[in-house]
């Protein structure tokens, strides 16, 4: 597709939630449309705006208030809390926002918002403006959620065994976290339970993930919400079809040195476990010593990225680096995940990782931690089968022998082979995705076409 003119060129306002798993692949998806000819804002709260160090020149920043400007989200005291004022403050200060761009040149064609920010699209439809719900959780989880809001699931779960339309049977340690501690706080399985509140309100409804990968439960979606478009994955080119080369990463996150890779390099092909639980997860003392010994015990390569906070939580006289080992505070996940050294991935399970994974063709161990975690680290197990979920003792720790035993599974045995095989496949069929005539690169022409032919 041709690029457009500067004069007829379609803009669109990407309101993303404050936090980089949120941030990264909408800002990635805002790339892709840049590229077809429409104008990008990103918008998101003037607090976490101070962390976007690199937002590529061309795609403009505006902010929204959540009411904690200046301390941030810890203010607020609980996620509650916050949430109540994100939604007052936020909305009152978008309106004022698209009311401001409304009287400038920067006349907003549609509106992308974050599909946890319901209240986004009624405020975009008192402008007549156009709004897609931008969907950051996988389908499965995206099903879950939604069944709660019919009233066909409810929280607590009484059931053990979980059926809901086109999703593999379900047990307790697959759902999320949320359904567990809905007893004492139900605001958070509430919170995500309202983005599904006017769903079907929204001209469009996209999500990161790639039909391939979720085949019939997109078949299914779609005769419920007919503009449902899957629009993934949403990472840097450089990392799935290299028809960028020059998009290397997210675009958001200050540059830093990677001696991770300068380590990588001397090391033989698929000798390396690469150890990370992303940005928010933390595990208490006795996990981290757990997995320090096994990483010590074991006898292949490992890099481990603990940060800066859980430092502290490794057991003493733990070398952070040595020959064998090396542990950062932080990576590029990415060029970490591509590099041949790596023999398999030890991973919380978040959405964002999943996907990398399985773009990057690099079997998994799942350590989930909360959330969406656990419903993610079945599907890697048991549906796509590229990893194994280490078991959990009854103080639910993983202990070391038993992650002794999923790393050999992996790197020495013929089930190590066939999950490596399976991911390659999985990894084939997100590239095709993203290609000429894929079903994501497809969806997003039908998307901008609409933008500048509604």
Excluded at 119 to 137: E, H, N, P
Excluded at 188 to 197: E, G, H, T, Y
Excluded at 252 to 278: A, H
Aim: charged share 25%.
């Amino acid at each position: 597709m041709e690029k457009k003119s500067i004069t007829s060129r379609a803009h669109c306002l990407v309101l993303a939630f404050p936090g980089q798993g949120h941030i990264n692949p909408m800002l990635q998806f805002s790339k892709l449309l840049e590229r077809q000819g429409v104008r990008i804002t990103l918008v998101t709260t003037r607090f976490y705006s101070k962390n976007l160090q690199n937002v590529p020149p061309s795609i403009a920043l505006e902010t929204i208030s959540d009411g904690f400007d200046e301390v941030g989200p810890q203010e607020a005291g609980s996620p509650k809390a916050y949430i109540d004022r994100l939604c007052q403050v936020g909305s009152e200060t978008f309106h004022e926002l698209l009311e401001k761009l409304g009287k400038s040149r920067n006349h907003v064609d549609c509106v992308i918002y974050d599909s946890f920010f319901p209240w986004a699209l009624d405020v975009t439809k008192r402008f007549g403006i156009l709004g897609a719900s931008y969907l950051t959780q996988n389908m499965t989880v995206n099903n879950i959620y939604y069944h709660v809001h019919l009233g066909t699931l409810q929280a607590p779960l009484k059931e053990h065994e979980i059926s809901l339309p086109k999703l593999p049977k379900l047990q307790h340690e697959d759902m999320p976290s949320f359904f567990f501690t809905y007893e004492e706080d139900p605001s958070m399985l509430d919170f995500f339970v309202v983005q599904f509140s006017n769903i079907d309100k929204a001209d469009w409804i996209l999500c990161n993930t790639y039909y391939e990968l979720d085949k019939e439960i997109v078949d299914w979606i779609m005769e419920i919400w007919p503009k449902f478009r899957s629009i993934g994955p949403n990472i840097p080119s450089l990392f799935l079809d290299k028809r960028y080369e020059n998009d290397q990463d997210y675009g958001v996150t200050e540059f830093k040195r990677d001696e991770c890779i300068e380590w990588l390099d001397d090391k033989p092909k698929g000798s390396v476990v690469y150890v990370s639980f992303g940005s928010i997860a933390t595990f208490g003392d006795e996990q981290m010593e757990e997995l320090a010994c096994c990483l010590k015990e074991s006898l292949g390569y490992f890099l481990w990225v603990v940060r800066a906070s859980e430092e502290t939580k490794l057991p003493k006289g733990f070398e952070k680096k040595t020959k064998k080992g090396l542990v950062v505070t932080w990576c590029s996940q990415l060029k970490v995940l591509a590099h041949e050294a790596i023999g398999c991935f030890v991973t919380h399970c978040g959405w964002n990782s999943t996907l990398e994974t399985l773009c990057l063709g690099v079997p998994i161990i799942a350590i989930p931690f909360w959330s969406d975690q656990s419903t993610n680290a079945k599907l890697m197990a048991d549906v796509w089968k590229i990893g194994i979920r280490a078991p959990i003792d009854d103080n639910k720790v993983v202990r070391r022998e038993a992650l002794k035993h999923c790393i050999r599974e992996i790197m020495e045995n013929e089930k190590g082979k066939e999950m490596k095989s399976n991911a390659i496949r999985w990894k084939t069929l997100a590239v095709k995705a993203v290609s000429d005539d894929g079903s994501s690169h497809k969806n997003i022409l039908e998307f901008t076409n609409n933008l500048f032919h509604p």
